[in-house]
């Protein structure tokens, strides 16, 4: 046979490597819908365990939400289960116009273009607006869907520092003979939570004739006074010219995503973005749950508003205690560990105590900054944070880390 013992050999050695470097990572199956409180089977054929969850990205907790599902149902019942096709062939039904409408006037752009997913969003603009005469300048840290999107562009590529304005008004200056320059950022930055400075970067944009592109995933919905993203909480509503973002997190939780912008741009994208001319359409059922949860946004800001106030409780009630966190205003809350092994310890014994929050480490964050990454949501309220809160100070106590600093930390565990 082709799969020889040599090829299946290699494999096993590389997982081996993965393995022995305590950066293997292990699924847990969730036997529950996605709320605060789910049960959880880990590891493989063990007994169902009950645990509050602290790492889901169900930020205003409306993955289960009852209006949600019944509008889903709805929709099943009305518009079938899926599409069976791409858009421009016979894949657009009237509520997928419904929702780019809605999107848009929600995000404050001008028109909007659906993917089946944020990542296939970032994997077909840059190719669909950009050409080999162009310059792609992104922050470092940008999420890992935006840097496959950009190897997938015959454009230019550079970086700049992470969110350094000194660095990236170099950058354009650097790059001002070229045709385009697009400046390229998370909203909110998943692994650390910390937010772009959106405001000096559409001042440098429009001073040095550049556009500029967020992907606001772990932003749409909850960030800003009305939930609206990080172009609202930084007052620049309007002047962005590329918003990517997910229908995956806060708003609904299943999947989907858009590029939402100036119209010429997702013109642009209808006629040549590869993922949305070669991928089906979000399936009906999906398209008429996210438009419920616009609803439930436009008649109430509760749910952010509530948000808020636990993310706050949260990262105060870790910070007391003696943890490392990154600094940051958003609900994405990491606790340090910088060592991959102890991350995945950490993570056990929280779960072994009923929490569940899982460790983060190469290469899904840089070696040496592995961590647990807690994200809170409305869905849970306060005894479910004075619970894990209590659980996180016996794990953290029991393994030896309350209140030591970075070096200390590593000098004890080793990075």
């Known amino acids: 046979m082709s799969y020889s013992e040599k090829t299946r050999d290699l494999y096993l050695s590389q997982l081996a490597d993965i393995r022995n470097g305590g950066i293997f990572k292990e699924e847990r199956f969730i036997h529950s819908s996605q709320a605060a409180d789910i049960e959880v089977e880990f590891p493989s054929g063990s007994d169902l365990k009950k645990v509050i969850n602290m790492c889901s990205n ?12 019944k509008a889903a149902h709805e929709g099943l019942e009305s518009r079938g289960y899926g599409m069976s096709s791409v858009r421009f062939i016979c894949g657009t039904q009237d509520i997928h116009r419904e929702l780019e409408n809605k999107v ?20 077909g603009v840059f190719e669909a607006i950009l050409t080999s005469e162009d310059i792609m300048i992104s922050d470092r840290l940008v999420h890992a869907s935006i840097i496959d999107g950009m190897r997938l562009c015959s454009a230019q590529h550079d970086t700049f520092k992470h969110s350094s304005m000194e660095h990236l008004e170099e950058k354009l200056l650097l790059h001002s003979n070229k045709r385009l320059k697009l400046v390229i950022t998370d909203g909110v930055f998943s692994m650390d939570g910390d937010t772009a400075k959106l ?27 009305t939930g609206r993203g990080t172009h609202e909480l ?15 997190k806060a708003l609904g939780g299943a999947s989907g995503g858009c590029v939402s912008g100036r119209k010429e741009i997702v013109e642009m994208c209808r006629q040549k973005a590869r993922p949305y001319l070669f991928s089906n359409t979000i399936a009906p ?11 439930i946004l436009s008649a109430s800001t509760e749910r952010r508003d509530k948000l808020e106030k636990n993310a706050a409780f949260w990262r105060k009630g870790l910070k007391d205690a003696g943890f490392i966190l990154k600094e940051g205003n958003t609900p994405i809350v990491p606790v340090m560990l910088f060592n991959a092994k102890l991350s995945q310890d950490f993570s056990k014994e929280l779960f072994n105590e009923g929490i569940y929050a899982i460790g983060f480490f190469f290469p899904v964050v840089p070696n040496g900054q592995a961590r647990i990454r807690t994200q809170i949501s409305a869905g849970h309220e306060i005894h ?6 209590e659980k996180f100070i016996k794990v953290g106590k029991k393994l030896g880390i309350l209140g030591l600093t970075k070096d200390q930390i590593i000098e004890k565990f080793g990075l």
């Open 199 to 225: 405001d000096q970067m559409a001042r440098l944009c429009e001073k040095y004739d550049a556009l500029l592109l967020v992907d606001d995933s772990h932003a749409t919905g909850f960030i800003g006074r």
């Open 58 to 69: 169900n930020y205003l907790g409306l993955s289960s939400h009852p209006d949600v599902i």
């Open 234 to 248: 930084c007052n620049v509503m309007g002047r962005i010219d590329i918003i990517t973002t997910t229908f995956g």
């Open 285 to 295: 059922v999906i398209v008429s749950g996210v438009l419920k949860v616009f609803d």
């Open 104 to 123: 848009t006037e929600f995000l404050g752009t001008e028109d909007t273009i659906l993917f089946p997913s944020c990542m296939d969003a970032n994997a």
């Open 384 to 389: 479910h944070l004075e619970a894990a809160l």
